[in-house]
């Protein structure tokens, strides 16, 4: 179906006008009324509405709210200025009063061709990027860490997009058959920017946390590595927020630095908590840093819960009660009831939510 043009008027004189001045593919309509009433009319059978009332009729307003949702630029005409008018031009392209200029109304019809061309040409392009951030989002994703589950320790992970790129990434690797290093890391910002530094930094972790291990090194490293890399004169700065962790599952130990993250819960089977406080300033902020880990002892089964600052709304902060429902032990079970209880998954996000959940066990068995 090919139209090109629309022509509403019900004035023979205007109509045999409107004929000597547009080319062909022109569609005539005697009424607002019958063009909404047409069946599969669509935006792409058009690229211009030409509408000529001789005196405003009091639907004109509500009428043409209606066909403005064709996304089609609209030029109005009628014989004589009215205040009425007035409230119709959010909807139009232009409107024009009798007595008519030829000139004149061919430059309006050729202005208003170039504007639908134009924002046809926006719509594509915004389509294209809309399915290119999907694939960038997808690939961020698959960079994740796939669920680790042995014998003395789990590892689950969860991530959801927000409606924008952003900066979230966890990891994990296992260093020796009793250690394993994991961190969760936040690129600040958002945009294609924010998540290729993300996957630069990504690219780095498993060499950089499988050679070092040892908290102190990697986060020292990975602080190098940020300055180097994302710090000159054609990149703006980009600061990391992250905690890094290495268990030792035969030594019975945690080792961590909170690099400005958002801090960890360590749930004890006796119902206390330990708090992974930040310990360590946010990461590419100084090129030459000296950490401090903190180290702390296992007992005999606890749960570890991390996540990024996603999950913290505008009016609610974090507190470690929020976990306690979810921390008994069965973590990946845990993570899929916590995720359900928040609705993580079935609301649009403003920011990327990560979250990672541990269970650290020493009991012959577990699995």
């Not at 009729?57 to 030029?75: F, N, S």
């Not at 268990?247 to 958002?262: F, M």
């Not at 939510?353 to 699995?367: A, C, D, P, Y």
Request: net charge negative; proline share 4%; glycine share 4%.
């Amino acid at each position: 179906m090919t139209i090109g043009y629309l022509v509403i008027s019900d004035d023979e004189q205007f109509l045999t006008w409107m004929r000597t001045l547009l080319p062909q593919h022109v569609m005539y309509q005697r009424n607002v009324a019958d063009v909404i009433e047409i069946d599969g009319m669509s935006p792409l059978d058009l690229q211009l509405i030409i509408w000529h009332e001789k005196t405003m009729t009091d639907d004109a307003y509500e009428q043409c709210k209606q066909i403005h949702q064709l996304q089609v630029p609209i030029l109005y005409f009628t014989s004589q200025f009215q205040p009425a008018i007035q409230p119709l031009l959010p909807y139009v392209f232009d409107f024009f009063i009798e007595p008519y200029k030829d000139p004149y109304i061919v430059a309006k019809i050729k202005s208003a061709e170039r504007y639908y061309e134009n924002i046809q040409q926006l719509e594509q392009q915004a389509r294209f990027l809309e399915k290119d951030l999907l694939v960038a989002k997808n690939v961020q994703k698959s960079a994740l860490t796939p669920s680790l589950h042995k014998r003395n320790i789990q590892l689950d992970g969860f991530y959801v997009t927000s409606n924008v790129l952003g900066g979230d990434m966890y990891c994990w690797f296992e260093v020796s058959p009793h250690q394993t290093a994991i961190i969760l890391y936040v690129v600040m910002g958002h945009g294609v920017a924010s998540s290729l530094v993300t996957m630069s930094i990504r690219s780095l972790l498993r060499g950089m946390m499988t050679r070092l291990a040892d908290p102190n090194l990697v986060v020292q490293e990975l602080n190098r590595h940020i300055n180097e890399l994302y710090k000159d004169e054609y990149m703006d700065s980009y600061l990391v927020t992250a905690i890094y962790l290495l268990i030792d599952t035969e030594k019975n130990t945690l080792q961590y630095v909170n690099a400005g993250h958002p801090e960890g819960y360590l749930f004890q089977r006796d119902g206390t908590v330990v708090i992974l406080h930040a310990n360590a300033p946010i990461l590419g902020l100084l090129p030459s840093l000296k950490f401090s880990k903190t180290e702390l002892s296992l007992q005999e089964h606890q749960c570890i819960i991390l996540y990024t600052d996603g999950l913290q709304q505008e009016d609610e902060s974090i507190e470690p009660h929020q976990f306690i429902p979810y921390s008994a032990g069965g973590n990946a079970e845990d993570l899929q009831q916590f995720v359900a209880k928040k609705q993580l998954e079935n609301v649009q996000q403003l920011d990327d939510i990560s979250l990672v959940f541990i269970t650290v066990s020493k009991k012959e068995g577990v699995s």
